[in-house]
């Protein structure tokens, strides 16, 4: 045992010290680069899936099929600035009205090996209603436990494209 000053420490625990802990940083590395999708190109297609299985759950109203795509701290911001939680957002899965939707418009950005964020174009009718609802959608992903699961989810509204004329 050294007297509190800087220096006593043998240099055999030191370097010792010193590659342990490299080593586990090595590792740590490792694992996470294994772990971890380069770009956004490589996790696009599983999170454009998720997003459009998440669509296809709710407007078949599979409860228990939705409920692994949403993370417990899931927060779902609607239009009119309510925040809904996860369970919030899963009462409304029973209810789910939609005749038809479609997805289009995909862009995935990751913000880091476990978390991205998907935007897209989303229309749907309800049962019973003769308007195509149209709106613009940002969704947040974070990698947990190795399961892809949504985060977040905003839908911005927009008027319902018109076909563009015939020439």
Request: glycine residues 6%; proline residues 6%.
């Amino acid at each position: 045992m050294g007297n509190g000053r800087r220096g006593d420490t043998p240099k055999w625990l030191a370097a010792m010290l010193l590659s342990a802990s490299l080593i586990g940083i090595a590792g740590c590395a490792e694992r996470a680069q294994d772990a971890a999708p380069a770009k956004a190109a490589d996790v696009a297609p599983q999170l454009i899936q998720n997003e459009r299985d998440s669509w296809r759950k709710y407007a078949a109203r599979d409860l228990e099929g939705s409920r692994p795509l949403l993370a417990a701290d899931y927060a779902d911001v609607q239009t009119d600035g309510t925040l809904l939680d996860r369970e919030g957002h899963l009462a409304f899965v029973p209810k789910a009205n939609v005749e038809w939707h479609e997805l289009d418009r995909f862009n995935v950005f990751l913000l880091s090996p476990d978390a991205a964020v998907v935007t897209y174009r989303a229309r749907s009718r309800d049962r019973g209603v003769q308007e195509t609802y149209q709106a613009d959608v940002t969704a947040g992903w974070s990698l947990r436990n190795g399961q892809w699961v949504a985060t977040f989810y905003r839908e911005t509204p927009t008027p319902p494209e018109t076909p563009a004329a015939a020439e």
